[in-house]
Nanobody
Framework: EVQLVESGGGLVQPGGSLRLSCATS????????MSWVRQAQGKGLEWVST????????YYAEAMKGRLTISRDNAKNTLHLQMNSLQSEDTAAYYC?????????WGQGTQVTVSS
């Protein structure tokens, strides 16, 4: 059974930073690319970042490029997202996402709230 468990969210002031983590199990972690996706209240899912199976390639949403660093630790089956210079528009639930062909898996999400 695939399990994805996000953590690291919370309340942060504008300009602050957070490091999100996604602990995984139930699949061969180092065989798959992994992604972060977010959803603001009342809005649809928005892709944030993707990392290739070995971390050799990373991709970022244009709106957040330069403020994000996605990484993975294949020895620990864990995905991370370092977020800097956070702004109010970054407020959302952030989800770890695995795509296996036509199947998608999601964690429970971790809430990021940016407010003064």
């Amino acid at each position: 059974e695939v399990q994805l468990v996000e953590s690291g969210g919370g309340l942060v002031q504008p300009g602050g930073s957070l490091r999100l983590s996604c602990a995984t199990s139930g699949f061969t972690f180092d065989a798959y690319a992994m992604s972060w996706v977010r959803q603001a209240q009342g809005k649809g899912l928005e892709w944030v970042s993707t990392i290739s199976w070995n971390g050799g390639k990373t991709y970022y949403a244009e709106a957040m490029k330069g403020r994000l660093t996605i990484s993975r630790d294949n020895a620990k089956n864990t995905l991370h997202l370092q977020m800097n210079s956070l702004q109010s528009e970054d407020t959302a639930a952030y989800y770890c996402n695995l795509n296996q062909g036509r199947e998608s898996y999601w964690g429970q999400g971790t809430q990021v709230t940016v407010s003064s």
